[in-house]
């Protein structure tokens, strides 16, 4: 059985940091692409990154370019994704999911097939 666990939210001040996990059993995470999306309330599940399962491609969307850091762990069988200069605009609950690839559409959250339960991540003051 397939699982992937998202951990490392929580409640942060704009501007501070978080590091999420999302740690798989059940499927050999370095043979799958991994994607990370969110959703806010009242909005639609957004593509934040993905990683390729040799690096080769990876995305991020425009909004948390150059904020936002995706990696993994094989070793782990752990992907992460680092967030930092956190804005109150990052508020949501945030998932990892499995692909075989980061493709064109990596950002539809109908290409992939495995999902975690979502982990909530609030940026408040």
């Known amino acids: 059985q397939v699982q992937l666990v998202e951990s490392g939210g929580g409640l942060v001040q704009p501007g501070g940091s978080l590091r999420l996990s999302c740690a798989a059993s059940g499927l050999t995470l370095a043979q799958h692409a991994i994607g990370w999306f969110r959703q806010a309330p009242g909005k639609e599940r957004e593509g934040v990154s993905c990683l390729s399962v040799w690096a080769d491609y990876i995305y991020y969307a425009d909004s948390v370019k150059g904020r936002f850091t995706v990696s993994r762990d094989n070793a782990k069988n752990t992907a992460y994704l680092q967030m930092n200069s956190l804005t109150p605009e990052d508020t949501a609950v945030y998932y990892c999911?499995?692909?075989?690839?980061?493709?064109?559409?990596?950002?539809?959250?109908?290409?992939?097939?495995?999902w975690g339960q979502g982990t909530q991540v609030t940026v408040s003051s």
């Open positions: 999911a499995t692909d075989f690839t980061c493709g064109a559409s990596w950002y539809e959250a109908h290409e992939y097939d495995y």
